[in-house]
Each structure stands twice: as structure tokens, then as C-alpha cells.
């Protein structure tokens, strides 16, 4: 199960964190003399190292069972949490099972059986009917975005997974919001709670503009000429809201990407990783993109539709003003629309200056090989600079996946740089090096 165990000093160290912040602080002290703990800090601020760092410290090495159950809503989140375990590298393995994927892959790595498991509800409690992993020594249950988790479409599966766990001793919930009951089969007996949701909203300013019209596309531009060449989400309540919004972003040549959930998985993973690089400066989004997912610090988001409730309009504005950071989050509304009761009434936003918005820079290429094929991030950049011949600055963000790699470099020499190193080995594998459409 476990290689070489290294201690939270060790962990730290590796991640090259000098010092946790007062939460994290908190968050692991509490845990660890407490059975049931309720964790409530803003988007960003460092959660799941706060409850992975003493589930970790909790973990039987001789146990050869799966011992810690991590629940999230979204298979995002679930990838996500999966790698920042990974990158820990404490000596215990790690996996995460979710929908959209094939079934067989989570058949295969669960014979290799993980200390830790993530996963989203249904394909655990898939797993959990077929029989293939035992719960007899899952002592750590934690339930991420609890209060998504726990939302009417989950409940039953929920309710299933968490009676099939007999052994429990440990229950940690954690959440970007407050104020959601905690139903009774979760047995949540006496939680001791850790909240932090008021330590960043200063630092979130909000801006209103008032569209002429009802669709509101021209006025959208004209915020994102204003803003100029940032990063920043525009947020949708529905898909077909964002086919409105892709098509006009077209007409004026501003480059973006999407995510929602009719997208394949793989394209969701694709659009994200494009995002994060730099590939696209905007991504077009639903609420799937509120919570969840890996994407750095923004210095906007726009709410194009209006969010139904506060824990969306919340957790769409955890997206910008995250830890020590500004954000602003820019509310768009057609002239007779009403905003609702917890939307803030604000001065209209001055957006008649132009930013510079500059042509697409990066370009992401993909490469037909990965972490099983034992290749490294250096073994990607030694090929980059030595046969692609490119400068340091202009090998961008490299993503290293199980069995493919995302690299970032310039738009003006993407093409070149595919056809010179398609089909050139890495350790012993022959690869295919091509643009990512």
C-alpha cells in the first residue's frame, strides 16, 4: 500500500510551503482530536491540504485496505483533489473514480488497491454495488462541498455509500458556504466548527453594468474590451446561454473557451487545462465552473445570467478575490431586469476606456504520453530545448497527465514545433506531437 511515509514537515517541504495559514493551521489541529469537524473557508484558501494533511497523519501503513473516503459533487473536483494528494507524495496512494470516464479504468485501479479514494457519489455507489473494494477499514469520511453534496439529486446515493461504511470514526465536512442542515444519516454527532467565510469578502468589489438591451451580448463586450487582457470566467445559468454567448465572442474575435456539463469529459479536462495556461484568457461557464475545479487566481468574473441563489452567487465570486488577492465581480443587467434579494445594489461601473486586449499568445500541444510511460516534466523541457531549440521563455505551463502531456508554448511557433518533434522518444516511448484542437 504505502512506499516510504513521509511526515507533514516532509509533505510541506516538498510543496515548498514554508508556513500554513491560520485555517490550515487550525483546520489540522482540530481534526486531529476531534471525530467530527465542520470546516467553513472562502474558495482558495487552501482546504484540502487542511483536511489532507491529518487524514494522511491518521493512515495505517500495514493497512492494505482503503482507509480514507473522500466524497465530492463534481468529477472536477474529485481529479482535482486526486492530484494535489499525488503531488503530496506521502507514500500512500491515491485515486479518484467519477462518471464520464470509462468504468474499466477505475476496475483496474482498484485492484491496485488506494489508502485513499475520492470520488463522486454515483460511481462510488456503482463501485459499492458491484462489490469492488471492501469499507471494512474506511475509518475517514470527508465530504467536500458538503453542502452540494448533500443537495436533493445526491441524497439517496449518499445516504447508501454512508450506511455501507460501518467502521467510521472520523467525519470532516467542508464547505464555501453556510447555513446548510446537515441531514441525519450522516451521524455528525457534536461537530466542532472551524469557520473562516468572513476573513476575505472585503477584498471582493463589486461593479453593476446596465445593458440597453435584453440580450445583453454588446454590452458583455464592451466590459471585456474595457478589462482588456485578464483572465476571468462569464458566467452562464444554461448551455444554450453559452452557444449565445460563443458565437457573438466569435463575430468579434475575442478568443475563449467553455465548460459545461453537456461537454465530454475529456473536453471539459481540455478546456480547463487550455484555461489554466493561458491557451484562452476566458472561459465561458456554467455554475459547474463555481466550485470544484483547479483554475489560478482571476481578477474578474462577470454574472452575464443573474445565479437563481446566494450559494451560486457566492461561490461564482469565491472565483476572484481568492486569499490575499483583489477581484471584481461585474453584475450585468438589462435595464428592467430586478436583481434579486441578495445581488447588492451598486454604482454603475465607468466602462468606456479600452484595455488591451491582445491576440491569442500560447497555444497547447499535446503530446501521446505520460506519467506511466515514466516521463517526467524534465524530459519534456530537455526535448523542448534541445531539439525544439526554443528559448526558456518559451517553453509555457507543462501538464503532466497518466498517460498524456499538455504544453504551453507561443502561437507563432506552435505548428513549427509539432512537425519538428512529432514522433520523437521519451525514455523508451515513441510520441505524437500535435496542436490541440
Not at 473557508?41 to 501503513?61: H, M, N
Not at 458538503?146 to 446515493?157: C, N
Amino acid at each position: 500500500m504505502a512506499n516510504i511515509i513521509r511526515s507533514q514537515a516532509e509533505i510541506l517541504k516538498k510543496l515548498n510551503i514554508d508556513q500554513l495559514n491560520p485555517m490550515q493551521k487550525e483546520a489540522i489541529a482540530v481534526i486531529g482530536v476531534h471525530s467530527n469537524t465542520i470546516l467553513l473557508s472562502p474558495t482558495g484558501t487552501g482546504k484540502t491540504l487542511a483536511f489532507s494533511l491529518p487524514v494522511i497523519d491518521s493512515l495505517d501503513a500495514n493497512c492494505e485496505e482503503i482507509q480514507a473516503l473522500i466524497l465530492v459533487p463534481s468529477r472536477e473536483l474529485a481529479i482535482q483533489i486526486e492530484q494535489v494528494i499525488r503531488t503530496m507524495g506521502s507514500g500512500y496512494k491515491v485515486n479518484a473514480v467519477y462518471g464520464g470516464r470509462a468504468t474499466s479504468k477505475d476496475k483496474l485501479e482498484l485492484k491496485h488497491t488506494p489508502s485513499i479514494l475520492v470520488g463522486t457519489p454515483g460511481r462510488v455507489a456503482d463501485h459499492l454495488r458491484q462489490e469492488r473494494f471492501s469499507t471494512a477499514h474506511i475509518k475517514t469520511l470527508v465530504l467536500d462541498e458538503f453542502d452540494k453534496s448533500l443537495e436533493v439529486g445526491f441524497e439517496i446515493e449518499m445516504k447508501n455509500i454512508i450506511e455501507l461504511l460501518p467502521n467510521l470514526s472520523k467525519r470532516i465536512l467542508t464547505s464555501a458556504t453556510q447555513g446548510v442542515t446537515v441531514p441525519g444519516f450522516v451521524k455528525l454527532n457534536q461537530p466542532v466548527t472551524i469557520n473562516y467565510l468572513t476573513e476575505t469578502t472585503s477584498k471582493l468589489t463589486f461593479k453593476t453594468v446596465t445593458s440597453p438591451t435584453k440580450d445583453k451580448l454588446q454590452s458583455l463586450v464592451t466590459i471585456l474590451h474595457h478589462l482588456g487582457d485578464q483572465p476571468g470566467i462569464i458566467f452562464c445559468n444554461f448551455k444554450d446561454s453559452i452557444q449565445d454567448v460563443s458565437s457573438f465572442l466569435d463575430k468579434n474575435s475575442i478568443q475563449y473557451g467553455v465548460f459545461h456539463g453537456g461537454m465530454e469529459q475529456k473536453d471539459r479536462e481540455r478546456s480547463l487545462i487550455k484555461f489554466r495556461n493561458g491557451t484562452n484568457q476566458l472561459l465561458v461557464a456554467t455554475d459547474l465552473a463555481a466550485r470544484g475545479i483547479d483554475i489560478p487566481e482571476m481578477k474578474f468574473i462577470i454574472h452575464y445570467q443573474l445565479p437563481y441563489s446566494k450559494e451560486e452567487f457566492t461561490h461564482r465570486n469565491g472565483r476572484t478575490a481568492r486569499v490575499n488577492e483583489k477581484g471584481t465581480a461585474y453584475i450585468l443587467k438589462w435595464e428592467e431586469e430586478r436583481l434579486r434579494d441578495f445581488i447588492p445594489e451598486t454604482e454603475e461601473a465607468d466602462i468606456t476606456s479600452r484595455g488591451i486586449r491582445k491576440t491569442k499568445h500560447w497555444e497547447t500541444l499535446f503530446i501521446s504520453g505520460g506519467r506511466k510511460d515514466k516521463i517526467s516534466k524534465g524530459d519534456i523541457a530537455g526535448l523542448f530545448f534541445k531539439q525544439g531549440n526554443i528559448e526558456k521563455d518559451q517553453l509555457g505551463v507543462i501538464e503532466l497527465k497518466q498517460d498524456c502531456t499538455f504544453v504551453a508554448v507561443p502561437v507563432s511557433i506552435a505548428k513549427d514545433l509539432a512537425d519538428k518533434l512529432n514522433n520523437s522518444r521519451l525514455k523508451k516511448k515513441k510520441v505524437r506531437i500535435t496542436i490541440l484542437k
